[in-house]
């Protein structure tokens, strides 16, 4: 059985305080890696997919990255609207898969102050 | 292009009572899939459908059905609602050419 576990579950800032958000899965082979933000009342919004341990992906504060066992959301440099949950899942491979599912880990809820 | 669009977005429900929810949209993708999310549990998948005319169970299908009978639209329905059902429901949506997938706005249902 696919898992996805995500730690701390809450982490507050400073604004400008860099941090990294934990995402460690069990998953029978790894088809990719998503990472997504969700604020209050919405429904998540894709960031990145990793594919392959070693992988990076940046977009503006935020880098992603892939190990055989964990994923790591870095945030540089933080502002007030990085305030968010954000949502890590994992996508396997194989015939039990055939619907391109995604298990999900209970999220890290980040709250920046100024 | 609205992507993909959730019907309601509040419900409030008694015990017993009956309801749909409504998933449309406009990507023209082949899967469809619901999910609710309850505090510190994450989101977990209900049903989802590979296709128009078909359905498969998820994680946690007990209490709901589904039916998909056009590609754009993935109905979730309650038969018999519980005040275990009160959660936020999200539809997703992604299509052959794509691994991620792409989120509705949600649908807050409160089972009394």
């Known amino acids: 059985e696919d898992q996805v576990t995500q730690s701390p579950e809450a982490l507050r800032l400073q604004e400008g305080e860099s941090s990294s958000l934990n995402c460690s899965y069990t998953?029978?082979?790894?088809?990719?890696l998503f990472w997504y933000r969700q604020d209050p009342g919405k429904g998540p919004e894709f960031l990145f997919t990793?594919?392959?341990a070693g992988e990076e992906k940046e977009k503006e504060r935020l880098k992603a990255t892939l190990t055989k066992k964990e994923s790591f959301l870095h945030i540089t440099a933080p502002k007030p609207e990085d305030s968010a949950t954000y949502l890590c899942?994992?996508?396997?491979?194989?015939?039990?898969?055939?619907?391109?599912?995604?298990?999900f880990g209970g999220g890290t809820r980040l709250m920046v102050k100024p | 292009n609205a992507g993909v669009t959730q019907t309601p977005k509040f419900r409030v429900l008694k015990t017993g009572q009956s309801m749909t929810l409504l998933c449309a949209q406009d990507?023209?993708?082949?899967?469809m899939y619901w999910y609710r999310q309850d505090p510190g549990m994450g989101l977990r998948l209900i049903h989802y459908?590979?296709?128009?005319?078909?359905?498969a169970k998820g994680e946690v299908p007990d209490g709901y059905n589904v039916s998909r009978l056009k590609k754009q639209n993935f109905l979730l329905g309650l038969e018999s609602a519980a005040p275990s059902q009160t959660s936020v429901y999200f539809c997703?949506?992604?299509?052959?050419?794509?691994?991620?997938?792409?989120f509705g706005p949600g649908t807050r249902l409160t089972v009394l």
């Open positions: 899942a994992v996508q396997a491979y194989g015939n039990n898969n055939a619907g391109n599912m995604l298990t």
């Open positions: 998953v029978s082979g790894l088809r990719g």
């Open positions: 990793l594919y392959s």
């Open positions: 990507m023209n993708h082949e899967y």
């Open positions: 459908s590979v296709g128009e005319g078909t359905t």
């Open positions: 997703a949506t992604t299509g052959f050419s794509y691994n991620e997938q792409f």
